[in-house]
């Protein structure tokens, strides 16, 4: 896939695909499942851009003014 | 919110002529309601087995009690059939579809064929499966079944126009309806029972087709043959003081009806002449039109004896104040009040005056306990205000305490009674100003009764309101559980809520006279007697005074601060000079406290009232009874002392010095000037240029650049042409009321008025505002620049364009409320079920995620400072180990 410019952008924040050790773990933590957890549409930009499957999750990574760093994740739908 | 179940349709029908008589309990012949004893007469209106009201008889079908029995149906035979008038409009459109003879619709085989094909969509291929190109194909078909349905209408419509039937052959006549029920076929009278005739021979299938099911809902059967009678209890009748029995207009109706209906029976076993007979058929057909609606056009509304016009089934329904929209989506309060607010700032911001008229009608409820009962017990043989209303007891009866069983109920009184009470002093309510945009719109109150009628409210609080006291209302409930109470009591309670949760800043404070107050009691060192200073403090409790004679106002500001508080903040009144002088700020513009003690500068707005920099400090360190205390005592103290100290304002306050006056004007002149020179630069294309910009645009920013930097000098000017005593200029310096702008405006000159936030340039007229300029001239004041100020007067043209921008301001104003408070309320109702969970998630009513922390940060504002937790500042407070 070519590599997409999008992900350069300074306001696109960093996404991961977790693996499904981390889903879990996530899962866990918080108590929830899949369904409770915050969408993506699999047609995103960015999901495409970084070839995520419907079904993963992803971990966001942003900056926040007041909290540093803060993770968000969204399963792709 | 989670919808937990969903109606999936809901079905209309009309109720089967067999299905009347099967749910009916008595088939209704007599007109009559009662007998001369006041016994419901069998056979008639009030049959008991359609349900009993009076007390002390028992219905005749379930045996319930007035209480118990839901009531039960009955109904009338009509003689002739006659036609609902709520099908009038179905039933002409059918007849004209259909053949008069063999009943269907009036459009060759294969068209119905079509038809069916159309309307029925089991017969449409099915969707294809949802996985791919979902959005495309829904798009696709939802354009096909309207345009589908577009060619159904149009063929139905086609079918009233053919006048030979393509089934049998039969001629059809042309059919008109004469508005209310009265049908004709080619100028013959078409009766309610030939109709129906027609209506019958209409097939099952066809029927379908017109979007009638006719498992539930044959046409025939919106010509009624039996009329349901409504149970006695949907048509109460009441007995008069006098003793006489007054019936429902349902009954008056229905008495109508009955009567009709026999004396047309009676006729027609008579051999009348037809012509008799039809008139009383017209009869019963007007009786029952305006049985259910009473208000069809073409026919008098039928009247009460009075003249007043009977409200029927229809009228029960239909508007404001019918069923639907009164009681179904109607939403009351029991346990509250409402009345005007006056001010008060001499109860305590955490209470509320309530008059004594709504203290004895609502109630608090409370458990009797072997610690209370005697109290109790004292209110149950009250007869003056503080009583106790209802007694419930354990098993859960209720008892209206009255003078003639209070000894007796005071006797049975024990622990686990419960008790409903007249509100008292410190009760917990809620008090509540509309519009509640704010979890500060409706806040925990003490009670404290007092004579008059009105809610008293002390000031300070207003705020958070946003209240004032021109004539606005509030509401007061009265929580009536002990859980209720405490939520109240932990979570609403004024003191609670002095620091807003949405900045953490003060919303409550010192407002006006009592900011002046404050600044004049603290700035410099302004000397009180002991017996001055005894007096001011005797105010507000404090007693124990120290032994001098002279007490300076910051020592007397002082004795309301907690012993430990640091304090140190920058004033509004800082000049921000380049090099700051601290304590030694010869301004007094930065304010010190240290251990309780006000060593340095003058209090001022920024100190207690907005953001309230010490009554935060209050607040955090001591806990917010101690804030609320803080500012009722300040209040208290600032209104005392700025009438012993003596302020005063006037016209000739804000006079200034002529040579102000001179440098303003020539200020506003030289400003004029170089705007003529940008414009003269930009003729000759001198002007700069900017990227994203045309010239003209350039042109503008840079001209009203120029204006704003005018008006800036301009209020430097007034300011020092005051001076910093000057009471206008203190009143808008320290906060308490108005800005500088407003006092350059009155005394300097006006400045630049804007339309949408532009000057007066493009409007009005082609290429000028007004037909005094020159046209395309965007010179200062064409555009709108005024050099007078208010004091000295506007001449015509500035006054219009003034005005122009006074008007714009208003109309800004009203379209800008409106529409944030219908966005308010949009977003309001889209987060409406979220909350922060145990784990610090954001969630919904489902569970679902929102947010992982709360503002990805997991703070509440309200503790914050500033909106941020202030690193710097905890290590200097742990260092100075305070």
Same mark, same amino acid.
């Given at each position: ?77 | ?53 009076? /007390? ?22 009509? *003689? ?7 099908? *009038? ?105 030939? +109709? ?57 109706? %229905? ?19 037809? %012509? ?68 008060? /700032? ?83 309510? *809620? ?44 509401? %007061? ?26 900045? #953490? ?40 005074? /120290? ?53 340095? #500068? ?11 920099? +010490? ?72 002007? /700069? ?45 320290? #906060? ?13 000159? %006006? ?63 009203? +379209? ?61 407070? *742990?260092?100075?180990?305070?």
């Amino acid at each position: 896939m070519k590599k997409s410019i999008i992900l350069e952008h300074q306001l696109v924040p960093k996404h991961e695909i977790m693996t499904d050790e981390e889903v879990r773990a996530l899962l866990k933590e918080y108590g929830v499942t899949l369904e409770q957890l915050p969408k993506i549409f699999s047609d995103d930009p960015v999901v495409k851009a970084i070839g995520a499957k419907k079904g993963q999750v992803l971990r966001i990574t942003r900056n926040s003014p007041t909290a540093g760093e803060y993770y968000y994740y969204r399963v792709v739908v | 919110m989670m919808i937990p179940k969903e109606i999936g349709s809901v079905r209309f029908g009309i109720l089967d002529p067999e299905k009347i008589r099967k749910m009916s309990q008595v088939r209704v012949i007599t007109p009559d309601t009662y007998d001369d004893d006041g016994y419901p007469i069998e056979g008639g209106l009030m049959d008991l087995r359609m349900g009993v009201i009076d /007390p002390g008889l028992r219905c005749k079908t379930c045996s319930g009690r007035p209480a118990t029995c839901p009531g039960h149906f009955g109904h009338i035979e009509l *003689v002739r059939p006659v036609i609902h008038i709520g099908y *009038v409009k179905i039933i002409y459109s059918l007849l004209r579809s259909t053949c008069r003879k063999c009943g269907r619709i009036l459009l060759p085989e294969d068209e119905i064929e079509t038809l069916k094909r159309i309307l029925f969509s089991e017969e449409l291929p099915e969707k294809p499966s949802h996985e791919e190109k979902e959005g495309e194909e829904e798009l696709k078909t939802s354009v096909e079944e309207e345009e589908m349905e577009q060619m159904a209408l149009n063929l139905i419509d086609k079918s009233k126009r053919i006048t030979k039937c393509p089934h049998c052959g039969e001629e059809q006549g042309k059919i008109k309806l004469v508005r209310p029920t009265t049908f004709y076929e080619n100028d013959q009278r078409l009766f309610p029972s030939q +109709i129906r005739e027609r209506l019958e021979r209409i097939p099952d299938d066809e029927l379908r087709i017109f979007g009638i099911d006719p498992k539930v809902a044959r046409p025939e059967w919106a010509v009624l043959t039996v009329l349901p009678v409504p149970p006695v209890t949907t048509r109460p009748s009441i007995t008069l003081e006098t003793g006489e029995r007054s019936e429902d207009d349902l009954t008056h109706k %229905l008495v109508d009806i009955i009567r009709i209906n026999q004396r047309l029976a009676d006729n027609i076993s008579a051999g009348a002449p037809q %012509l008799i007979i039809e008139d009383l058929w017209d009869l019963l057909q007007y009786h029952v039109t305006t049985y259910f609606n009473n208000n069809v056009s073409g026919i008098p509304p039928a009247k009460h004896r009075s003249g007043r016009a009977l409200k029927t089934l229809y009228q029960r329904l239909k508007g404001k104040e019918g069923r639907f929209r009164y009681y179904l989506s109607g939403k009351r309060v029991n346990f509250s009040a409402r009345t005007v607010i006056t001010p008060d /700032p001499n109860i305590k911001i955490e209470e509320v005056g309530v008059p004594q008229q709504i203290a004895e009608e609502l109630t608090v409820p409370v458990t009797v306990t072997e610690w209370n009962i005697d109290k109790l017990k004292k209110m149950v043989l009250s007869d003056k205000y503080p009583r106790v209303k209802y007694v419930i007891s354990p098993e859960g009866r209720k008892k209206i305490i009255t003078e003639f069983n209070k000894e007796e109920v005071a006797e049975e009184l024990a622990p686990g009674y419960v008790v409903e009470r007249q509100l008292l002093d410190g009760d917990v309510v *809620v008090f509540n100003r509309q519009p509640s945009l704010h979890r500060m719109s409706m806040m925990g109150h003490l009670v404290r009764v007092m004579p008059g009628k009105t809610f008293r409210l002390n000031d300070a609080a207003a705020r958070p309101y946003n209240a004032d006291f021109d004539g606005d209302e509030m509401n %007061l409930h009265v929580p009536q559980t002990e859980e209720a109470r405490q939520e109240v009591e932990e979570l609403m309670l004024i003191p609670k809520n002095i620091i807003s949760v949405r900045h #953490g800043e003060a919303i409550m404070g010192a407002n006006l006279e009592q900011v002046t107050g404050t600044y004049l009691l603290t700035k410099g060192n302004r000397k009180f007697d002991r017996k001055t200073a005894m007096r001011l403090l005797g105010r507000i409790g404090i007693k124990d005074l /120290p032994k001098k004679e002279t007490f300076t106002g910051k020592e007397i500001f002082s004795m309301l601060l907690p012993d430990d508080l640091n304090v140190e903040y920058i004033g509004k009144t800082c000049k921000k000079c380049a090099t700051c002088e601290k304590e030694k700020c010869p301004f007094e513009a930065y304010i010190k406290i240290k251990d309780g003690k006000l060593v340095a #500068g003058a209090v001022e707005g920024a100190g207690v009232k907005s953001p309230g920099h +010490i009554i935060k400090e209050i607040y955090h360190k001591h806990g917010p009874q101690a804030a609320a205390d803080f500012i009722n005592n300040l209040t208290v103290l600032a209104l005392h002392v700025i009438s012993e100290i003596g302020f005063t304002t006037s016209l000739e306050e804000g006079d200034l010095p002529e040579e102000i006056l001179k440098e303003i004007k020539k200020v506003a002149d030289k400003a004029e000037k170089e705007v003529d020179k940008l414009i003269e630069k930009y003729k000759q294309g001198q002007l /700069p240029e900017v990227p994203g910009k045309t010239p003209e645009e350039v042109l503008e920013d840079l001209i009203m650049a120029e204006l704003s930097k005018a008006r800036k000098i301009a209020i430097s000017l007034t300011q020092r042409g005051l001076g910093q005593d000057n009471a206008d200029v203190i009143m808008a310096t320290i #906060g308490a009321k108005g800005n500088p702008l407003n006092l350059v405006q009155m005394q300097g000159m %006006l400045g630049q008025s804007s339309l949408r936030g532009k000057r007066l340039t493009q409007r009005g007229y082609r290429y000028k505002m007004l037909p005094h300029f020159k046209p395309g001239d965007i010179s200062a004041k064409p555009g709108g620049f005024i050099k007078s100020s208010f004091k000295k007067g506007l001449d015509p043209i500035e006054a219009f364009l003034q005005a122009m921008s006074g008007r714009d301001s208003i109309v800004d104003k009203g +379209i800008n409320t409106s529409r944030s408070g219908y966005f308010y309320r949009r977003a309001l109702h889209a987060m409406l079920d979220m909350w922060v969970r145990e784990d610090g998630t954001v969630r919904d009513s489902s569970g679902a995620i929102i947010q992982f922390r709360f503002g990805e940060d997991g703070i509440n504002p309200m503790n914050t400072w500033n909106g941020k937790i202030d690193v710097d500042r905890i290590i200097k407070e *742990v260092k100075e180990g305070s």
